[in-house]
């Protein structure tokens, strides 16, 4: 995924406040809150069993547990409405660098993670890597360009139902494979959902 740039274009920083001197990078933002009709070549799998996602639309932020927020070496996370798809979480970490680790459930997209598969259609994702994590729909997405300050930033995005999919941004760690990071997020957050923590 990239860092806020307009889930289209990901511009990259927006101040976010936890305090009067916090800086943070929020999670990518399409730029449009209406997002386009998906052709037939352009749709996300079906998703197999829908899961209840309430509490978390409602509050990002009780997507990863305590045991997995120290797995992760994160803050108990901050609610943040910077992404045009949804309210998101942010999770700090300790020291600022990377500055946090976002989930954004896209709760004004109404059609799913179908959207991404459109906007990939129309060119916009540079990086694209369907995949299946524990049996539901997921895709590594990021769009970069030369001289773009953050390419480690990636996203990674599971469908929970077939109308709402959540996102996780993430830093790639030096070494690693692409999206590796934000995927490891996402598939703990997909955990949490699934046992409805």
Not at 51 to 70: D, H, I, K, M, V
Not at 102 to 112: D, E, F, L, S
Not at 159 to 175: I, N, Q, R
């Amino acid at each position: 995924m990239r860092r806020l740039a307009a889930l289209a274009l990901l511009p990259l920083t927006l101040t976010v406040a936890c305090d009067n001197s916090t800086t943070t990078t929020p999670p990518p933002t399409t730029t449009s809150t209406t997002t386009p009709t998906t052709s037939n070549s352009a749709r996300a799998p079906r998703v197999p069993t829908p899961l209840e996602t309430a509490a978390y639309t409602a509050n990002p932020c009780r997507s990863l547990t305590a045991a997995q927020q120290r797995q992760f070496g994160v803050s108990a996370g901050d609610l943040v409405d910077a992404a045009r798809e949804g309210t998101s979480c942010f999770y700090r970490y300790p020291g600022g660098v990377p500055t946090a680790t976002t989930v954004t459930y896209a709760t004004r997209v109404p059609t799913g993670l179908n959207s991404k598969y459109h906007e990939h259609s129309t060119g916009m994702w540079t990086y694209w890597e369907p995949t299946v994590v524990d049996g539901y729909p997921a895709l590594g997405f990021q769009a970069t360009y030369v001289g773009d300050p953050t390419p480690q930033v990636c996203n990674f995005a599971i469908a929970v139902t077939d109308s709402l999919y959540f996102w996780v941004t993430a830093d790639d760690k030096p070494g690693a494979d692409k999206c590796s990071a934000a995927k490891d997020v996402a598939s703990a957050v997909l955990t949490t959902v699934k046992a409805g923590a």
